[in-house]
């Protein structure tokens, strides 16, 4: 009797051991699954990218050369979500997102200086003091950086609102946050940026337009580069291919100056002031390049969030103060992502009903009528 008690404990410990084994494998595979979607993938999916090759002058050494140029980032659109319309999974979701791609891209690519084209925040032409402090609390978390690399923003409409919304308290408020004034100039290893307030080009005269578009004149015989957040005006998207840009249903929508884009009298103005070399801009959430005037392109750079696109992406620039380069860098898929889950999420399942002898795999179906014929 005590022989048999004996081996019913034997095999009751075996079964647990058995059990915790499997446990223990789930767990295992569920936290692979975990760090590859939502570490790793990134890595993967960055470290494809590459600083594009500019000119440089051959009497310099290569290691003079190498320093002279600037290496920059340029993203746009991140849209932080606010407490009213923001819903807390909505945030965690596109918020890491947005974490793991830029920390990820600082550490492989070692930029000098990021630029983050505007509407840094959903909700600020319209959230309270605490909002706004809480919104920028998360947005320093976010975006932290190492003293090598400079992080410069500018203004967009979802900042400090339409030209109608904008006040001179959260103009401001945002530039006590950003150090951010319309017609900043900041130059980097020789090369000239211009950071435009493109909300207050609206031309009607009011103090804060009045203000910007005369500190711009000043500004306007140093230029090299400029970046704003509304893009300079065109007809519509009709014109702008690649996979980022806007859907084919969308691009022949027309646009409506001063609110998709700048005025023809303000994006005329901008050219005749500085006769930039590079102009970029965000805003449309969509990527498109367009020539103005026959010869000063303009790259609109799509939003940097999974909220506004499938497949976010930044720009990664090569200046130097005669000639550029640029390389569009894609962030990882939100559907490849999603699928990547289902999928493991599916095979985890077929695991456990197996476990649980509910489901036979094909293999032991397979395995049970090979022993069969052999009995045979």
């Known amino acids: 009797m005590s022989v048999m008690r004996s081996d019913l404990g034997t095999m009751k410990i075996l079964h647990l051991k058995k059990r915790g084994c499997f446990l223990l494998k789930l767990l295992c595979l569920v936290v692979l699954m975990l760090i590859f979607c939502e570490f790793l993938v990134y890595y993967v999916v960055i470290f494809q990218c590459h600083w594009p090759e500019v000119k440089i002058e051959a009497l310099r050494s290569s290691r003079q050369s190498s320093a002279s140029v600037l290496k920059a980032m340029f993203l746009s659109d991140t849209h932080l979500l606010g407490e009213i319309k923001g819903h807390w999974l909505d945030k965690l979701r596109r918020e890491w997102q947005m974490e793991r791609a830029f920390q990820t891209a600082l550490s492989l690519l070692e930029p000098d200086i990021v630029f983050i084209l505007g509407d840094v925040f959903d909700e ?19 975006f932290r950086h190492p003293v090598r690399t400079e992080l410069m923003v500018v ?3 979802h ?16 530039a006590k946050v950003f150090n951010f004034t ?3 100039l900041i130059t980097r290893k020789g090369v000239n ?6 909300v207050a080009l609206e031309g009607d005269g009011c103090t804060v337009c009045s ?17 704003q957040h509304y893009p300079l005006y065109r007809r ?10 806007a859907l084919p249903e969308e691009k022949n929508t027309p646009f409506k100056e001063k609110y998709d884009v700048l005025s023809r009298e303000a994006s005329q103005k901008l050219l005749w002031w500085f006769h930039p070399r590079l102009i970029l801009s965000g805003h449309t959430h969509s990527a498109c390049e367009v020539l103005h005037n026959g010869k000063i392109p303009e790259i609109s750079v799509p939003s940097f969030s999974w909220r506004n696109r499938n497949n976010p992406s930044f720009i990664m620039g090569s200046i130097t103060p005669t000639d550029f380069s640029l390389y569009k860098c ?7 992502v999603t699928t990547i889950y289902c999928i493991a999420g599916a095979l985890l399942g077929l695991l456990i009903l197996a476990h649980l002898q509910l489901f036979n795999p094909p293999f032991y179906f397979a395995q049970h009528l090979i022993r069969k014929h052999k009995a045979v």
């Not at 600020?124 to 976010?142: I, Y």
């Not at 900042?159 to 945002?174: N, S």
């Open 330 to 336: 894609f962030l990882p898929l939100e559907s490849r």
């Open 211 to 227: 203000r910007a578009e005369a500190k711009l004149m000043k500004l306007s015989h140093k230029l090299n580069c400029s970046q």
């Open 182 to 184: 319309s017609g900043k």
């Open 155 to 157: 203004v967009g409409n």
């Open 193 to 198: 940026f211009v950071m435009v307030n493109s």
């Open 159 to 174: 900042d400090i609102g339409f030209h109608y919304e904008m006040t001179t308290y959260k103009l401001k408020r945002f």
């Open 236 to 245: 519509s998207d009709a014109e702008c291919t690649g996979e980022d840009s």
């Open 124 to 142: 600020g032409k319209w959230s309270s003091s605490q909002a706004w402090a809480d919104d920028v609390r998360r947005f320093q978390k976010m």
